[in-house]
């Protein structure tokens, strides 16, 4: 059983829970021990079997934690999930999921009508009974029922996170067989896109039944869909599709350059090609019956006079223009990263210490790294009030003087309030070194109002940057009704930075809002926004999507060494 298999079984175990309506705090233990083993370095069934050892040395793993795990573990059934399944259908946890709709309202549904399918749900909505009940109105029913559709995305995408899992499994997988010469991932995955459809592979090889065999022997395949001489799709367990196909090495850079896409991308190429009388397609680029260029994607774009687009960039955005112009820009790497401004530690919802997540930030290279735990309105978590926070500075003070090689920055997740204004009062702000201000109530507010809040935040003098921006949460919650034009306007004003939260389910600001910032002279911050250590490795799919908004090591503010963003927020903090 895979760690996320046995993570998986937890998030249901508090699924459950929450639509029985249990105790909240029970309900966050078992969400955060789905997230604990989620993210465990290593396998907890090796622990498990392992006699010399215990998972309960494991941070965050308790007794009972451990004793439920190798249940789940030895037996493949965890009795508490069964118990709970008797009483409640499986196919509420469907709906469970429908953005929209909390556990209270579905578990309203349910008893009321009987709506215990995502296919009852729509019917229920369609025929109107859903706003006869307490609680609900015409309003709500139009809410689950744009809701049902991200829903039924969310079965037919995955996260780029979790497609890129198996895209190095199955790279490494065909890689593995002799008969295989190159092999690449194409697609929306190269592209660095959000969330992936299906998977799209390129193969050179010398026998191509050979490769295929390689692909049908990786363990994650539940069906072989369709399989010929040179193509092959195969789904996995988890419903995602894969394609595989082989092509003649002279043609590969072609082939790549065409599965990669995107499809928009190729249509301006095909288009580019006809105008100086050539064809290009998936076997390369013909003057007339004569292949000119096919066996690197560099020869392919070089001979439409065309530079080797990034991936990233491919989404016939800008790229061409910037070609046109010899203006392409240099995109941030992975490296041009110096800190990180938005993480927790154990004084709220995080997990280690804030040592811990000091010399977390120190092995991955990093200079600087703010401590951004969350204000007392987020309860829920143990927020910080004024006087806590005062606390956690003076540990913070404290560590940096003893700790070498790493700063620690004063910080606060400040929580813009529902009715407007900060959860923390101006002169405790003005003590930090930097401060992030978050919407984390009042999402359904209309578009005036949740704008108006967010923009009032950017004018408040001790805010740095607006942490996640519209709030979206890929394939479950659609973003906050918020106008970002008008916000990123208010972060230019005031000289403010905008977050690009670099979580694969959030990664917000998005690529598109990313370049209209850009546009508007607003410099983005990307932030892991980690509750542990291992949340900090996070910041790649952050630089992925910058990447797709065509964002530089300039336009990125947190690649500069903390002495250089100071100076950029200028002499608002009282030091
Ligand atoms: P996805 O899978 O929905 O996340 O998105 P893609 O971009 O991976 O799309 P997919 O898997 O349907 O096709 C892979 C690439 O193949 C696509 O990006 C461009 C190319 N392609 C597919 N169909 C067409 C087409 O009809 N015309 C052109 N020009 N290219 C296509
Ligand atoms: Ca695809
Ligand atoms: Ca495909
Ligand atoms: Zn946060």
Not at 361 to 368: F, I, Q, T, V, W
Not at 478 to 501: M, Q, S
């Amino acid at each position: 059983m895979t760690n996320p298999d046995i993570a998986a079984v937890f998030e249901q175990v508090a699924d459950l829970l929450e639509f029985q309506n249990a105790n909240a705090f029970r309900v966050r233990a078992y969400r955060n021990a789905a997230r604990t083993i989620h993210d465990l370095g290593e396998s907890a069934e090796e622990i498990v079997r392992d006699p010399d050892r215990s998972l309960t040395e494991i941070e965050g793993i308790g007794k009972d934690l451990a004793e439920k795990i190798a249940t789940l573990v030895q037996t493949g059934s965890l009795p508490m999930l069964d118990e709970l399944l008797a009483e409640i259908p499986e196919s509420v946890l469907a709906i469970l999921r429908v953005p929209g709709l909390g556990p209270k309202k579905a578990a309203a549904l349910f008893r009321e009508l009987k709506v215990a399918t995502l296919d009852e749900l729509r019917t229920a909505c369609e025929a109107h009974r859903v706003r006869e009940l307490a609680g609900f109105g015409a309003k709500s029913e139009a809410a689950i029922l744009q809701g049902l559709e991200i829903a039924s995305e969310a079965g037919k995408r995955i996260l780029w996170a979790e497609a890129d899992v198996h895209v190095q499994a199955i790279l490494a997988q065909l890689r593995s067989c002799k008969a295989v010469k190159i092999v690449e991932a194409a697609g929306s995955y190269r592209r660095g896109k959000e969330t992936v459809g299906d998977l799209d592979f390129l193969a050179v090889a010398e026998d191509a039944a050979a490769a295929m065999d390689a692909l049908a022997g990786y363990e994650g395949i539940s069906q072989v869909i369709a399989r010929g001489d040179t193509k092959m799709s195969v789904r996995l367990s988890h419903g995602l599709q894969v394609d595989l196909r082989v092509v003649p090495e002279e043609s590969f850079g072609a082939a790549w350059q065409y599965f990669t896409g995107s499809k928009e991308h190729n249509i301006v190429l095909r288009g580019r090609a006809k105008e100086r009388g050539l064809k290009i397609n998936e076997y390369g680029v013909f003057h007339g019956e004569k292949s000119i260029a096919g066996r690197t994607e560099e020869d392919v774009y070089a001979t439409l006079g065309l530079p080797c687009f990034p991936p990233e960039l491919r989404e016939a955005r800008r790229e061409f223009q910037w070609a046109d112009a010899g203006q392409l820009p240099m995109l941030i790497e992975p490296g041009d990263i110096r800190g990180d401004l938005h993480t927790h530690s154990i004084w709220t919802d995080g997990l280690a210490t804030i040592e811990e997540m000091a010399s977390a930030a120190k092995e991955r290279g990093l200079e600087y790294i703010a401590i951004t735990d969350h204000s007392k309105r987020v309860a829920m978590v143990g927020g910080l009030d004024e006087k806590r926070l005062r606390a956690q500075w003076q540990e913070i003070d404290s560590l940096n003087e003893r700790l070498r090689g790493i700063t620690i920055l004063k910080s606060v997740e400040v929580d813009i309030l529902e009715r407007g204004g900060l959860d923390i009062s101006d002169e405790v702000l003005a003590e930090a070194d930097w401060i992030v201000a978050s919407l984390h109530y009042g999402h359904n507010q209309p578009r005036e109002q949740i704008t108006r809040r967010a923009i009032d935040a950017l004018e408040n003098p001790y805010v740095c940057a607006l942490g996640h921006p519209t709030g979206r949460m890929l394939l479950a919650r659609r973003p906050y009704e918020i106008d970002l034009d008008a916000v990123i306007k208010a972060a230019g004003e005031n000289g403010k930075f905008l977050e690009l939260n670099a979580h694969p389910k959030r990664l917000d600001l998005d690529d598109v809002a990313c370049a209209a910032a850009k546009d508007r002279g607003v410099r983005i911050v990307i932030s892991t926004d980690a509750h542990r250590p291992a949340g900090l490795d996070v910041m790649r799919y952050g630089i992925l999507q910058a990447r797709r908004g065509g964002l530089t090591k300039e336009d990125v503010i947190n690649t500069r060494p903390w002495g250089q963003v100071k100076k950029l927020l200028g002499r608002r903090f009282s030091k």
